[in-house]
């Protein structure tokens, strides 16, 4: 069973960086599609961007490209994603999630069954 487990998290102001990592267990299988996701209080959860763990193939929301970066690091299981410029609108809660299959039309998050607990990251003015 796969299991995902999200940290890095952490409060910062306007223009700073975060690196949350998603450290995942209980696959290996290299098709399997690992997602980034947020949610702020009272909105629904949006996607952040995905990566494709066998190909490294990355696609990004609108709003996120060029803020944020998608990695792997195969040794340890682990995918990062590296959040710059943060804007105080992109304070939320973060989550990984992970799907058996391609990445490539899979944005929403009822295409992925598996989530992590989430990880807060807090932008302010």
């Known amino acids: 069973q796969v299991h995902l487990e999200e940290s890095g998290g952490g409060s910062v102001q306007t223009g700073g960086s975060l690196r949350l990592s998603c450290a995942a267990s209980?696959?290996?299988?290299?098709?399997?599609?690992m997602g980034w996701f947020r949610q702020a209080p009272g909105k629904e959860r949006e996607e952040v961007g995905r990566?494709?763990?066998?190909?490294?193939?990355?696609y990004y929301e609108d709003s996120m490209k060029g803020r944020a970066a998608l990695s792997r690091d195969n040794v340890k299981n682990t995918v990062y994603l590296q959040l710059n410029s943060l804007k105080p609108e992109d304070t939320a809660t973060y989550y990984c999630?992970?799907?058996?299959?391609?990445?490539?039309?899979?944005?929403?998050?009822?295409?992925?069954?598996?989530w992590g607990q989430g990880t807060q990251v807090t932008v302010s003015s």
């Open positions: 999630a992970a799907r058996s299959g391609p990445c490539w039309a899979a944005s929403k998050p009822a295409e992925f069954s598996v």
């Open positions: 209980g696959y290996s299988d290299s098709h399997i599609c």
């Open positions: 990566i494709h763990v066998g190909s490294l193939t990355t």
